[in-house]
Every structure is written in structure tokens, then in C-alpha cells.
């Protein structure tokens, strides 16, 4: 067939022959590269990345306002005193120095903690709280002493109820009104948990027994019985 052709249209056959099989080649080519599974690496990166970014720590030191009660022991754990702890890398935290030497754990008040870091120095504040009472209510007694008796010094005698040590050491006795060298009536006052008590004592003067007549007559010697003897014997003188 192509001997009947001129040699221009022979060329022009076996052009289109050769493009049409590069063609079959690349499509062949390309289904293959379709029959594969896409590999997510793209997405794959992401993910690790966006992972490496949500595990990054801060390391940004920040403070808590502590709070405890009087007479507790002061912790001595760093971590207790940062406010994001999770946040900051355990290299660092080991390197944190804190200083707890301002505050005094035995008297109520506001103190300042101290953490540092390098050069850098963190201020936290630190407040002990007095621990809280027992709630009660109190009944004072009334007392009567003598003109010249010692006022006692334990806080039960001035009280009707039971009173626990602690509840002892933290009542306030006021006697300053009450003067035992003269007698009259006296206000006394006991302050407990915010709550002021006030009872009266009375100084008295102690009553005398008056025995001096019993003692005079006692004392007297009786003349009657002589003074009538003499009598009579100054009749028997005049009738003789």
C-alpha cells in the first residue's frame, strides 16, 4: 500500500504513526501513576509539626498567691508555688531557687516568697491565716470576794463552761475595773472570737461579831454577895 504513495505522504504516515504511539505511552504512563495509592506526605508533615508546636513549653515563670493556715509547716516544693508548673520544662524548674525565709508560718500576716531564676528574681505573696476558733458562746459567772482577796488568774474561774487549752489561750481576762481593796460591785470583761462578755464581781467587807459586853461582864468580879455579908454584919454591931 504505501508503494502506491509518494514519498511526501509516506513521510506524513509514519509522523502520525510515531506521535499516536508516544501517545499510547503517556497515557499508558499516566493510568499507572493513577492506579498508585497518593502518598499524604504533605499532610503527614503537618501533623508532626503541628504536634511538635502544641508540645512546646513556654517556660514562662508565673507565680501563685499562697495561702495556709497558722502554725503549718512551709512547703518546700518549687512546683507548689508556680502557677503553671506543666508549662515549664524540668531543666528549668530544677534550676529554680525558692526563698521562703521572709514569711513566718507561726504569726498570721501577708509575706513575700521569693523565686529566682538566673539572674532573675520572681515576687509572690504569701498569707497565714489564723486557724479558726471553736464557736461558742460563753456565761460568765458572778463572783463575791472579801475586801483584800487576790484576783485568780486561770480564765475557768470566771466562766461557767468547760474551756479546752485552746480555747484558754486565746480569751482575753480583763480585771482592771475591779479594785478588792475596797468594797462595791465591779464589771470584769472576757473577749473571745470577736465576742465581748462582761460580769461583776462584788468586793465585800466581812461582818464583825461584837463580843466585848459578854467579855466585860465576864471580867467584872460579882460584889453583890460581899457587899451584903457587910451589911449584915453591921446590923448584929448596931443591935448589940
Do not use: C, H
Amino acid at each position: 500500500m504505501l508503494k502506491n504513495l509518494s514519498q511526501k505522504q509516506r513521510y506524513i504516515i509514519v509522523a502520525a504513526t510515531a506521535i499516536w504511539g508516544v501517545g499510547l505511552i503517556g497515557s499508558g504512563v499516566t493510568m499507572s501513576l493513577m492506579d498508585k495509592p497518593v502518598t499524604k506526605t504533605t499532610k503527614t508533615e503537618l501533623k508532626v509539626t503541628q504536634k511538635r508546636v502544641a508540645n512546646m513549653k513556654s517556660n514562662e515563670i508565673r507565680l501563685k498567691n499562697m495561702e495556709q493556715e497558722v502554725n503549718q509547716p512551709l512547703s518546700l516544693n518549687v512546683k507548689d508555688y508556680l502557677e503553671n508548673a506543666d508549662d515549664i520544662e524540668n531543666e528549668i524548674i530544677d534550676k529554680l531557687k525558692l526563698d521562703t525565709s521572709m514569711v513566718n508560718a507561726n504569726q498570721a500576716g501577708e509575706y513575700t516568697y521569693t523565686i529566682t531564676y538566673k539572674k532573675k528574681t520572681f515576687n509572690g505573696t504569701f498569707i497565714i491565716n489564723e486557724k479558726p476558733l471553736p464557736d461558742m458562746v460563753l456565761t460568765l459567772k458572778n463572783l463575791n470576794l472579801e475586801v483584800g482577796s487576790a484576783l485568780s488568774t486561770d480564765i475557768q474561774t470566771y466562766i461557767t463552761e468547760t474551756l479546752t487549752d485552746e480555747v484558754k489561750q486565746n480569751i482575753q481576762l480583763n480585771l482592771s475595773n475591779v479594785n478588792t481593796a475596797q468594797a462595791a460591785n465591779y464589771q470584769y470583761t472576757v473577749t473571745y472570737n470577736g465576742r465581748l462578755y462582761t460580769g461583776t464581781i462584788t468586793i465585800f467587807e466581812p461582818q464583825k461579831t461584837d463580843t466585848t459586853p459578854k467579855e466585860e461582864e465576864e471580867k467584872e468580879p460579882d460584889n453583890s454577895q460581899e457587899e451584903q455579908q457587910g451589911e449584915n454584919q453591921n446590923e448584929n454591931i448596931d443591935q448589940q
